[in-house]
């Protein structure tokens, strides 16, 4: 298993494989005038080479985590059988778009052999947070959203535990944009359940995203911030990052060096990652 953690600035897209199956989780692409936008073509190309790519998590409908070039790629040239997204209405055009694009695809493969399914979560509406019937290599554990705290789109992100299944697989704590006071409620709900040996920072590494007792809760090995190089919001906040470091054997950032790309997976005695730039992009294959 390995978890590719994209370089896209300031937002995010993640490719997480393992045994022949992908997952890709949110779909941003920078605007076309910034030079990274081949860069992460490329590197889509490459990591999903060869792999079955099962489903798109969409985390949230913010344009950081959701826009539409991004979720069109996905959904039109590499077809996964699913696309997940919190069940919550997000009034911007932007995620309009979105959705009718989603719409547009489900028609367009109904009756086909690989119809786009839509897996719409909340944990309030489920009798069971393990999501069945998306994947043979990966487990799917719902923490969030929670009608009760679905008070602004950033906690109404999707919170969710991909594990991959049998040898060298892993955990991975997916976290959109939730903040502090949806982690509050997450932590006194789930305590330990919450525990993974990979966490993406929730919120790009924002300091109101750094639950104490859910960090204790997930003690996570490694944590992946996604953020932009010189991020007009301070991303990753010095505080965050320190808090980070005293929970977490690694901290990894994409807005090093210029922005790079982390690659994560396990090494002969512990998880590694390595930085991926323009230059050895190659290694994503």
């Known amino acids: 298993m390995n978890v590719i ?7 995010a897209l993640a490719i997480v494989r393992h045994q022949g199956e992908a997952i890709i989780v949110d779909a941003r692409v920078p605007p076309s005038e910034d030079d990274t936008v081949a860069y992460v073509k490329q590197i889509l190309a490459l990591s999903l080479k060869d792999h079955c790519v099962k489903g798109l998590i969409l985390t949230g409908f913010d344009a950081d985590h959701t826009e539409i070039v991004g979720t069109s790629i996905i959904l039109r040239k590499y077809r996964p059988d699913w696309v997940m997204y919190p069940t919550y209405y997000k009034d911007s055009s932007e995620a309009k778009r979105v959705f009718a694009l989603i719409n547009d695809e489900e028609r367009a493969r109904h009756g086909s052999n690989n119809p786009l399914r839509r897996v719409s979560v909340r944990v309030d509406k489920l009798a069971n947070r393990i999501l069945p019937d998306l994947s043979t290599n990966f487990e799917f554990q719902l923490f969030s959203p929670h009608i009760d705290d ?3 789109s950033n906690n109404c992100s999707i919170v969710l535990k991909l594990t991959g299944i049998g040898n060298r697989g892993f955990s991975y704590l997916i976290t959109g944009d939730t903040e502090n006071p949806r982690w509050e409620a997450i932590s006194k709900y789930f305590g330990q359940s919450l525990k993974s040996h990979v966490l993406a920072a929730p919120h790009h590494g924002s300091r109101n995203a750094t639950h104490p007792e859910s960090l204790l809760n997930i003690s996570p090995h490694t944590v992946l911030i996604s953020a932009g190089v010189d991020s007009q919001y301070g991303h990753p906040h010095p505080q965050a990052v320190r808090v980070y470091s005293k929970v977490a054997k690694h901290v990894f950032s994409t807005n090093v060096q210029g922005g790079v790309s982390l690659l994560t997976q396990p090494g002969a005695t512990e998880l590694t990652t390595t930085l991926i730039t ?6 994503a294959a």
């Open 5 to 11: 953690t994209v370089n896209v600035g300031q937002g």
């Open 150 to 152: 679905m008070d602004c």
């Open 278 to 283: 323009s230059l050895n992009s190659s290694q």
